[in-house]
C-alpha cells in the first residue's frame, strides 16, 4: 500500500490539470498514489486522464455534478495511503513537499495534520507581485480560533492529514458548497494539533476560471460555515463571534445581490437574517444601506458615510 495517496478533483482546465499532475510525479518522495477524480469533463479532458500510467494514478470518471467536497469524497474513499495529500487541477507543488511533510508528521510529533506557506501565481505561472501577495502567519498546535478568525490561512493544496484523522471527521461536508475547505481545516484543528511548516511548499493559481467566482454563492457558503461553527465552536466567546460572522456575512450576500441589480433577492436575504442579525447595531445601519441603495442617490448615501465617520 502506498504511504501517501494524493487526492486530486478535475473539471476541465487540461491546460493546468497536465502541469498539476506533472509537479505531482516530480515529487523527491515516490511512495504516492494519485488518486483523481473528474467531474464530467470534457474529452480533452478526460483523452488525457486515460493517457497516464495506471500504476500510479487511479482515475474516477463521475458524472458531473458540480459540488467540489462531493468529488474530492468519492476520491478519498478510493484512496489507500495512510496520509492523504489535496492538490486542485489548477496548483502546483514544489519537488520536495510531500517528502518534508510526511518527515513532520512521522513519529514524535503531536499533530495529525500539517501544511505549509504557498505563493500566489497568475494563469501563465507568473509569480504575481509581492504587492499583490499576502504572507500570513504560520502557527502550529492548536490553531482552531486562529483559522476561524482568519489570522491563518491555509490553502487546500498545501494540507497533508492522517487518513484516519480525515475519516473521523467524515471527511468533506457535501452540503458546504462553497468555502469547503475552511470548513475541513476547522474541523481538522477540533481534532488534532497541526504541525506548520513555514517554507513555500505550494504555488496556487488565481486565473478567471476559478468555481468560487459566483460572488453571491460564496457568501452564502460563508455564512453557512459560520452557522455550523456557531454550534461546534468550543468556548461561548467563540461561539458568539460565528453569530456576529454569520450576521455580517448575510450583509454581503445582500450587497452582492443588489450589485447583480437583483433587489428582490436582496430584500429576501435581509428578511431571513434579522432573526439572527437583529441584535448586533452594525447589521441595523447594513442593512438599511442594502435596503435603501435602489432609491437613496448615492450623494446621500456618502454623507450618511461621513456622518458615521466610515
Known sequence: MPQVSVILPSFNRAQYLRLAVDSVFAQTYADWEMVIADDGSGEETRSYLQSLAPSRVRTLLLPHRGNPSLVRNAAIRAARGRYLA???????????KLEKQVNALGEGSRGRWSYTHCDLIDACGRLLDADSRTTPAVAEGGIFESVLRL????SMATVVAERALIDAIGGFDEQQLFAEWQDLCLRLALKSEAVALPEVLC??????????????AAQLGWMQLYRKMAQLAPSPG???????MRAESSLNVARCQGEQGDYRAAITTLAESMPFGWRYPNWWWGAAKRLARPAVPEFLLTRLRRARGE
Do not use: K, Q
Open 151 to 154: 489570522r491563518v490561512s491555509i
Open 238 to 244: 467563540l461561539r458568539a463571534y460565528c453569530e456576529r
Open 86 to 96: 489535496f492538490l486542485d487541477s489548477d496548483d502546483l507543488w514544489a519537488p520536495a
Open 203 to 216: 504555488s496556487v493559481r488565481l486565473h478567471a476560471e476559478h468555481y468560487s467566482g459566483n460572488r453571491v
